[in-house]
């Protein structure tokens, strides 16, 4: 009986995450991951049944965690009694950012497949369930207070937000990527109330 070794399913994770990184789930090849693994492709298989599973063990808990930080937040601010006042809504937003930053630190690349290059994948959904998260977020506390003629801003605002973590993601220049993330969560929300 062959044991299967952590240091081979690392460098099979590894090469899968480039691989999706650079093609997309759907144009990914578990030959070139095993290749880039520095394996013969019989063995990816000892390891992953196809290449779904490799995807869920590569990207699974990371969209765990985003899940989860965004269910959290939206009990919370649901669970807030008062309107959303400007003191209120930077702890929330700051608490949402610090959470978000915690669960993409060192998984930035994991990120980005999922909300950039899951076509196809069990997850191919992971970008508009994050966008809706954040619109109801948004509509929940701000339909109260903002006059708005078409709440279809709120889905503006969402999907504008999560395409600029797409857009720090992807950047492979020397930016804080955090310190951007974060000034990108003021800008976009604080003090909504009175600019919408």
């Not at 619109?135 to 504008?160: C, G, H, M, W």
């Amino acid at each position: 009986m062959q044991f299967l070794k952590d240091d081979i399913k690392n460098d099979i994770i590894k090469a899968a995450l480039a691989e999706f990184s650079e093609k997309g789930y759907r144009d990914s090849s578990m030959r070139v991951i095993a290749a880039h693994a520095g394996i013969v492709m019989g063995t990816i298989y000892r390891y992953f049944d196809n290449k779904e599973a490799l995807f869920r063990n590569a990207v699974g808990s990371v969209y765990d965690r985003i899940a989860g930080i965004t269910s959290k937040i939206q009990v919370e601010i649901e669970a807030a009694k008062d309107p959303w006042e400007d003191e209120q809504a930077q702890i929330l937003i700051r608490r949402f950012y610090n959470q978000m930053l915690e669960a993409f630190s060192g998984h930035g690349k994991e990120l980005l497949i999922l909300l950039d290059k899951s076509v196809c994948s069990p997850y191919e959904n992971t970008r508009q369930e994050l966008i809706a998260r954040i619109q109801n977020i948004l509509e929940e506390r701000l339909s109260k207070e903002v006059k708005t003629s078409d709440p279809f801003i709120f889905y503006v605002l969402a999907s504008a937000f999560v395409e600029g973590v797409c857009v720090v993601l992807r950047d492979t220049g020397s930016h804080d990527r955090e310190a951007v993330i974060g000034s990108l969560c003021s800008i976009m929300f604080c003090q909504i109330s009175k600019r919408i």
